[in-house]
């Protein structure tokens, strides 16, 4: 139902207007925020919107500025660009007084910097390359790009040959001697995004120098490079060079000079993911993010501290059992805040850096792009009926504020369902919580049929949050429960109920959503059980391929994105091998590995239940022919099924219009099987 325009000209009119149900076209309007971040000295507040084209139809993508140091009641935000391209990667001078950014407006992605005294911006670089990403050291004298070259090239000029060389070769052969050959939805090209500096006091920066030239690997993204107090060395996250590297998880962290030369590994001694370095703002320590167990890509991310005099290291809050998501040092480096998963939501903490004991500073909905300076603690924070703005709280957790309400017209216009967390007895008589989202216009005298939703991850949650992609408040505006279980294996109850699910695949975690299923039904009455449908993505398509196999008529149809449904031949076509290997017991030829145990196509003759089939051909991380295996087992059985398949989209629906098509295509699925 489109009515975005009328919304529109009645709110602009003054028009009271009663409030509507969530359609994907509205969904499709919501205002975003990107590159959310606080100046050094606290006083502004920075970031990127971009538009939906909700109200006045604007779809727009520029930078805003708040002044914190103005009352509300003054106009404390300021619009910094207007130009058609988009500016992103948007960083603080050290001083406070411009910003940095990249946008493409001299025809390639290159750095510019904007005075907040007035003017135009300024471009800094001039490559003849595209700048992937950057940092700019405190003094202002260095840059660090990230660059896409060819490995064993010194220079950017050999890069600009070799891909000369590419553009001129009359067949389209790719060849490769080792994997990754492709990952996530690209097919490596030889090229590699690899760690450069350059002058930055010295007028426009033409030329970079590469400190990893020898190396045929990536860095793991500038959001893992830092300088060193003495702006003098980086330090940055990567994987070795080798051969191995489809099936470890052994990022390390270097320190190398800016002028090159060796690379001193920082975490040789950890064979697990190291990442994320910042140095506090004295240089006493470098603070970084650590997992214990190779190949564990969900293992606990504890944080830990290296004392750069001495060479001593230390593990903060060794006993606080949740993942590190992101992390700031406190103004006086006493303490160090973090975000992480947290019973259905993601909270802030702060940790001592003394003694590690651990306070919870904030905790409702999902909060991230964490900054902290002065006295203040600026984040975004969304909610399952309310879109990302910004925030701002004292360091203490009091006087909650409301920076930026960018949604404010979208969210007048809506009617979203009411939500609540409930918990219940899972597998292994352990409580397992889940989210319960009424219909839009809820009735306690209706029954109303089932959506039961099932998250990815499988290490994931749909927990507290607004996500245009899985939205559970689409579901509730067509009149539906909305139930989504965090089973066996979700993050955010503590590492071993994250680790339950490895070498499990099939047991608990179905366990967990046929008790859930059970307990929603019983102690929601409203609820028609005998009207219900499934339906999930990567691990919750698997899930619906499982079910289709152990619990046959448990619901009245099944809806599968990109759900594994041939393990073995999974195994063979993805691309991160160190996924499989520690969740299903080691290599697909492996005795004793789990690939037949919790194969959904070793039960493909028990199959009944109607079911959708959805898939990308860009998804390299679950290949289409997995959703075509699943459809093809549908048909040869003569169980009514429909396959859709999108050939410009990977693991995720990204287009706005594909997006509409998705949500139709479901919403039909559902409304035959539950309101005929």
């Given at each position: ?12 009119s ?6 509507a149900?969530?359609?994907v076209?509205?969904?499709n309007q919501?205002n ?9 000295d ?5 970031y990127?919107?971009?538009?939906g084209g ?6 727009s993508?520029?930078l805003y500025?708040?002044?914190l140091?103005?009352?509300e ?5 300021t ?26 407006r001299?025809g390639?992605?290159?750095?510019w ?12 670089t001039?490559l003849p ?10 003094d202002?004298k260095?840059?660090a790009l990230?660059l896409s070259?060819?490995p064993?090239?010194e220079?950017?000029?050999?890069t600009v040959?070799?891909?000369h060389?590419?553009?001129t070769k ?21 090229y ?6 350059a002058?930055l006091?010295?007028?426009?920066v033409?030329a ?9 690997t ?6 893992e490079?830092?300088f ?8 940055f996250?990567?994987?070795?060079p080798a051969?191995?590297?489809a ?5 390390d962290?270097?320190?190398v ?16 993911w ?17 997992m ?5 890509e969900?293992d606990?991310?504890s944080?830990m501290l290296?004392d750069?005099?001495t060479g ?8 606080f059992?949740r993942s590190?998501i ?13 975000t992480?998963?947290?019973v259905?939501q ?6 001592s850096?003394s ?10 909905g999902?909060?991230?792009s964490?900054?902290?300076a002065?006295d203040k603690?600026v984040f ?14 004292n360091?203490d957790?009091t ?9 404010a017209?979208w969210?007048?216009a809506?009617?979203f369902?009411?939500?609540e967390q ?7 008589e352990e ?6 989202v ?5 009735d ?7 959506a039961?939703l099932?998250h990815g991850?499988?290490q994931g949650?749909f927990?507290?949050m607004f996500?245009?992609r899985w939205?559970?408040q ?5 009149g ?11 993050t955010g109850?503590?590492q071993?109920?994250t680790?339950?699910?490895s070498?499990?695949?099939?047991d608990?975690p179905?366990q ?7 307990h929603?039904v ?7 059980g ?8 990567s691990?919750?398509?698997y899930?619906?391929?499982w079910?289709?196999?152990?619990w046959p008529t448990?619901?009245?149809?099944l ?6 449904y041939?393990?073995?031949?999974f195994y063979?076509?993805?691309e991160e091998?160190w ?7 080691g290599p697909v030829?492996q005795e004793?590995s789990?690939?037949q ?7 493909a003759?028990k ?14 991380r679950?290949?289409y022919a997995?959703?075509l295996?699943?459809?093809?087992n ?14 410009d ?6 287009n706005?219009?594909?997006r ?17």
């Amino acid at each position: 139902m489109k009515y975005s325009a009328l919304l529109v000209s009645l709110l602009l009119s003054g028009t009271a207007l009663a409030k509507a149900p969530l359609s994907v076209e509205h969904l499709n309007q919501v205002n975003n925020l990107y590159d959310v971040t606080l100046s050094p000295d606290g006083r502004y507040v920075a970031y990127g919107q971009t538009n939906g084209g909700f109200s006045p139809a604007d779809t727009s993508s520029d930078l805003y500025l708040i002044d914190l140091a103005k009352s509300e009641q003054q106009n404390r935000l300021t619009r910094l660009t207007q130009s058609k391209g988009r500016e992103h990667q948007l960083q603080w001078s050290a001083q406070s007084d411009s910003v940095y950014f990249i946008t493409d407006r001299s025809g390639s992605a290159q750095v510019w910097q904007l005075s907040l005294a007035g003017g135009e911006a300024l471009q800094i670089t001039d490559l003849p390359l595209p700048v992937t990403g950057f940092i700019v050291s405190a003094d202002a004298k260095q840059i660090a790009l990230s660059l896409s070259v060819k490995p064993g090239c010194e220079t950017l000029a050999c890069t600009v040959a070799a891909k000369h060389a590419d553009s001129t070769k009359k067949d389209s052969a790719m060849a490769y001697d080792q994997l990754m050959v492709r990952h996530w939805d690209t097919w490596l090209d030889g090229y590699r995004n690899q760690l450069h500096v350059a002058a930055l006091d010295k007028g426009l920066v033409t030329a970079a120098r590469n400190l990893m030239p020898e190396w045929d690997t990536d860095i793991a993204g500038m959001a893992e490079v830092a300088f060193s107090p003495d702006n003098q060395r980086l330090v940055f996250s990567a994987k070795i060079p080798a051969a191995d590297q489809a099936w470890h998880t052994n990022f390390d962290i270097f320190m190398v000079s800016i002028n090159g030369g060796e690379k001193q590994n920082l975490t040789a001694a950890n064979p697990a993911w190291d990442a994320a370095p910042t140095f506090s703002a004295d240089g006493r320590f470098m603070a970084y993010k650590a997992m214990q167990r190779p190949q564990a890509e969900a293992d606990r991310f504890s944080l830990m501290l290296l004392d750069m005099v001495t060479g001593q290291r230390k593990e903060l809050a060794a006993e606080f059992d949740r993942s590190i998501i992101e992390y700031k040092f406190g103004p006086d480096n006493r303490s160090i805040y973090v975000t992480t998963q947290d019973v259905g939501q993601r909270s802030i903490y702060a940790i001592s850096t003394s003694f590690g004991d651990v306070r919870k500073v904030f905790g409702e909905g999902t909060a991230g792009s964490l900054h902290i300076a002065a006295d203040k603690l600026v984040f975004t924070n969304h909610k399952l009926d309310f879109p990302t703005e910004v925030f701002q709280l004292n360091l203490d957790g009091t006087e909650l504020r409301q920076l930026t309400d960018i949604n404010a017209d979208w969210r007048n216009a809506v009617q979203f369902g009411d939500y609540e967390q409930f918990s219940f007895s899972g597998a292994n008589e352990e409580t397992v919580y889940g989210y319960l989202v009424k219909p839009w216009d809820f009735d306690a005298k209706k029954k109303y049929p089932m959506a039961f939703l099932v998250h990815g991850g499988p290490q994931g949650s749909f927990g507290n949050m607004f996500n245009v992609r899985w939205n559970a408040q689409m579901y509730a505006a067509q009149g539906y429960a909305v139930v989504m279980v965090d089973f066996h294996g979700s993050t955010g109850y503590g590492q071993a109920f994250t680790d339950s699910i490895s070498r499990d695949w099939g047991d608990k975690p179905l366990q967990d959503l046929q008790k859930g299923f059970a307990h929603i039904v019983k102690t929601q009455p409203w609820i028609d059980g005998d009207r219900a449908c499934a339906l999930g993505a990567s691990y919750g398509g698997y899930m619906m391929n499982w079910i289709a196999g152990n619990w046959p008529t448990g619901f009245n149809c099944l809806i599968n994105h990109a759900g594994l449904y041939d393990m073995p031949s999974f195994y063979g076509s993805t691309e991160e091998l160190w996924f499989p290997e520690r969740d299903l017991g080691g290599p697909v030829w492996q005795e004793g590995s789990d690939y037949q145990k919790f194969n959904p196509a070793a039960l493909a003759d028990k199959w009944q239940t109607p079911m959708l089939v959805i898939h990308g051909l860009k998804d390299y991380r679950v290949p289409y022919a997995q959703g075509l295996g699943a459809f093809t087992n549908l048909q040869r059985k003569g169980i009514d099924s429909r396959l859709v398949i999108f050939p410009d989209e990977n693991h995720w629906i990204l287009n706005k219009d594909n997006r509409v098509r998705w949500y139709n295509e479901v919403f039909q699925w559902l409304d035959k099987y539950t309101k005929q």
